[in-house]
């Protein structure tokens, strides 16, 4: 019973120096087997308890503790205040019960079929039952822990969807048919063998989530993947075979080269080598996690033909791996399985591997020839990140999902060809590809991930499929050689940053579904020399065209009824502007900056002209301000050319410095009631600069020199 209390301490919970200096001494496997085995059946306890022990308060105790933790910090203290509130000798008695009636029920055969999923997609990990030789259920309970006779022969796996829904293997399947038949190879007879099961195969999948959030707070250093494999560390058949001492563990009649937990041969190889087609008299099948992981010297490796199952990350980190011919048995590959082997430079992926997941070949910065099986439906995310030397890929049909970042920073890809029915293009699944030029993409696609083709500054030309009805943010950012763009009817948004730093792009198209063009869409495309837009365009965000310096003509959609902040700043190029009937508001610094617009004229719907809006636009002489009511600061600062402004009666309010830095503004006449007024509208204007307003107007306040805001004043005879 005191193994219980002992994990909830901060110094035994994996932390154990004696353990961590002597891994393979039998107290040390014995104490990290009680750490795991209870503190897990804890966890799993605990998520069941407050339904079958209503009223003992188990449900308010993983809360308190995390509450707790939130408040002071301190995992030491936070389970002292867990602790004080459980009364420990019921708490004992209640979760022996539990698990003694979940070994009962094991015995009978239905458990496995009644039991709900324990682990959740989301979860990363494998969890290795293996030959042992303890009763994980005496552990537990502070029995006798040795058993005479048990062999652990099942192993779990666990999926993750990728964002497409494909599935990504993240170690070895193992299925298993029928009621209890693999229960009977995997244990033999005694009641406590059944109850090692039950902690084995049901506690030890249900703690992942707990044990790292715990490992995240500070309470320990190592990974939940390193806990894992240790908690099941020290076990696996030996095999001595050409100098070599081979690790592996019997699954039925066959054999899985490794352990999970690192390199399965000792010494590690080097060169070229042959994995032996049998270990034990038993054909080898599959190789483990991590089996070849980090053998820096080998160059080259040969496998039998019995292998279908190659395990995650098991070649992890061989940096001068250059050969791996994968066998046509193979038909399946673990998450990261070629993960940064940088010497790669050919991959034959084997016929009937349906799934490349997550970091498959990630970082292998030499491979140079990938062929793809016709039964791949799935590529992972950034399954192919990071490999430079690739020139070509030609996705094969049968792919139906590509994951985000899948060939990012695959710098000297020139071409790529999806022949599959693919319906998303993940985001920055060719992000950074800067050799890409022509990328053909299939008629099926619906949507353009976020910064899909970001960076890709060789690209000239890419045709929108008709399908497609959405464009992500940055998709297209920063494709500098870009020309040409033919927008579909069925897109109906484009986000933000979606073409930005397009400098070569010198035609847009928009189809006639398209009702808003989000902020920086267009930024800084610079070789842009006129827009079309069609009349369902309702919104323009932010600076969506700002720096476009080629726009010379502009005519904005009739429904558009907001222009946004700096939405055509610095569009220096553009000499005539056409707003739109519906318009409502002008935004800040719309049009700053726009040095050749000579003549603005605002329809009447206009109430509001915002800060900068038209500052800087050295070459405006005349502007129609329409009906507006407000005008923001500085609105038109520093437009050199403008000569006379007639204010209209509408107009109530009028920022600071307005007509700020307007060197040869002579006049501006108001035709209503004076606004308010902010502080040097006239700033740093002529000083023969005059108002005028029209007699019975009201609120002008001129003092004794005849003077109203530091410029000359008058009343005028008639309406200007």
């Given at each position: 019973m005191h193994v219980i209390a002992e994990v909830f301490t901060v110094q035994d919970f994996y932390l154990d120096k004696e353990m961590e200096r002597n891994p393979k001494d039998p107290i040390a496997a014995l104490k990290r087997a009680k750490n795991y085995a209870a503190a897990w059946g804890i966890i799993y306890f605990l998520r069941e308890a407050p339904a079958l022990y209503p009223g003992k308060g188990y449900e308010t105790i993983i809360p308190l503790y995390w509450e707790t933790l939130q408040k002071i910090g301190d995992p030491a203290q936070a389970t002292k205040v867990v602790l004080d509130k459980i009364n420990m000798s019921s708490f004992l008695e209640d979760l022996k019960a539990y698990f003694l009636a979940q070994a009962a029920a094991r015995a009978t055969g239905n458990e496995r079929r009644r039991k709900r999923r324990l682990v959740t997609d989301d979860e990363h990990g494998e969890y290795l039952p293996r030959e042992r030789r303890f009763d994980f259920a005496a552990l537990m309970f502070g029995e006798d822990a040795y058993v005479d006779d048990i062999s652990f022969a099942g192993r779990a796996t666990v999926t993750k969807k990728d964002h497409a829904g494909g599935t990504v293997q993240n170690g070895l399947a193992q299925e298993r048919d029928g009621d209890d038949a693999d229960d009977e190879t995997a244990l033999r007879d005694g009641d406590g063998l059944n109850r090692a099961v039950v902690v084995v195969t049901v506690v030890l999948t249900l703690g992942l989530a707990f044990a790292w959030g715990w490992r995240r707070l500070g309470c320990g250093r190592l990974s939940v993947l390193v806990l894992l494999f240790s908690a099941s560390g020290a076990?696996?058949?030996?095999?001595?075979?050409?100098?070599?001492?081979?690790?592996?563990?019997?699954?039925?009649?066959?054999?899985?080269?490794?352990?999970?937990?690192g390199c399965a041969v000792d010494p590690k190889p080097e060169g070229k080598f042959t994995v032996p087609q049998t270990l034990g008299g038993l054909p080898v099948v599959a190789l483990d996690a991590y089996a070849f992981a980090e053998c820096e010297e080998l160059t080259m490796l040969e496998l039998p033909k019995t292998v279908t199952t190659i395990g995650a990350y098991t070649f992890h980190s061989c940096q001068k791996l250059k050969t791996?011919?994968?066998?046509?048995?193979?038909?399946?590959?673990?998450?990261?399985?070629?993960?940064?082997?940088?010497?790669?430079?050919?991959?034959?992926?084997?016929?009937?591997?349906?799934?490349?997941?997550?970091?498959?070949?990630?970082?292998?910065?030499?491979?140079?020839?990938?062929?793809?099986?016709?039964a791949v439906r799935s590529i992972g995310n950034d399954a192919f990140l990071g490999c430079?030397?690739?020139?070509?890929?030609?996705?094969?049909?049968?792919?139906?999902?590509?994951?985000?970042?899948?060939?990012?920073?695959?710098?000297g890809l020139k071409a790529v060809n999806l022949e599959g029915p693919v319906t998303v293009i993940g985001d920055e699944i060719f992000a950074g590809c800067v050799a890409l030029s022509d990328v053909a993409l299939p008629d099926t696609l619906t949507l353009i991930g976020e910064g899909a083709f970001r960076w890709c500054s060789s690209l000239r030309h890419s045709t929108i499929p008709e399908r497609v009805t959405g464009i992500e943010s940055g998709a297209f950012y920063g494709c500098r050689s870009l020309s040409a763009l033919e927008i579909p009817d069925a897109v109906t948004e484009i986000r933000h940053d979606a073409f930005s730093g397009c400098l070569g792009l010198e035609r847009a198209e928009?189809?006639?579904?398209?009702?808003?063009?989000?902020?920086?869409?267009?930024?800084?495309?610079?070789?842009?020399?006129?827009?079309?837009?069609?009349?369902?365009?309702?919104?323009?965000?932010?600076?969506?065209?700002?720096?476009c310096a080629g726009l010379f003509f502009l005519t904005l959609p009739p429904r558009l009824e907001t222009l946004e902040k700096r939405v055509f700043r610095e569009c220096t190029g553009l000499v005539s502007v056409t707003l739109p009937p519906a318009l409502k508001t002008i935004g800040e610094a719309a049009f700053e900056k726009c040095a050749n617009v000579s003549s603005i004229t605002l329809p009447s719907s206009v109430t509001a002209v915002g800060a900068s809006a038209f500052a800087g636009?050295?070459?405006?002489?005349?502007?129609?301000?329409?009906?507006?009511?407000?005008?923001?600061r500085g609105a038109f600062s520093g437009c050199e050319s403008l000569g006379t402004v007639a204010l209209p009666a509408s107009l109530t309010s009028l920022g600071s410095k307005a007509f700020e830095k307007c060197s040869r503004l002579s006049t501006v006449h108001y035709a209503g009631d004076a606004p308010t007024v902010g502080a040097d509208i006239y700033a740093l204007t002529p000083d023969e600069l005059t108002s005028y307003a029209l007699p019975g107007t009201r609120g002008w306040k001129a003092d004794t020199s005849g003077e109203w805001r530091d410029r000359r004043f008058h009343y005028q005879a008639s309406e200007k």
């Open positions: 076990i696996g058949e030996l095999a001595e075979t050409n100098g070599y001492v081979f690790t592996y563990r019997v699954i039925g009649d066959a054999a899985v080269l490794g352990a999970g937990d791996v011919p994968l066998p046509e048995s193979v038909a399946e590959i673990g998450v990261g399985v070629f993960f940064l082997c940088s010497s790669l430079e050919a991959v034959t992926i084997p016929p009937l591997v349906k799934v490349l997941p997550d970091w498959a070949f990630g970082r292998c910065f030499r491979l140079k020839t990938l062929t793809m099986g016709k430079a030397a690739l020139t070509g890929v030609t996705v094969p049909e049968s792919v139906v999902s590509i994951g985000d970042r899948a060939f990012k920073w695959c710098s928009f189809g006639d579904g398209l009702t808003a063009i989000g902020d920086h869409a267009f930024y800084e495309c610079h070789a842009l020399s006129s827009l079309i837009f069609p009349s369902s365009l309702t919104v323009i965000q932010e600076a969506a065209f700002s720096r636009c050295v070459s405006l002489r005349t502007v129609d301000l329409g009906a507006v009511s407000r005008i923001g």
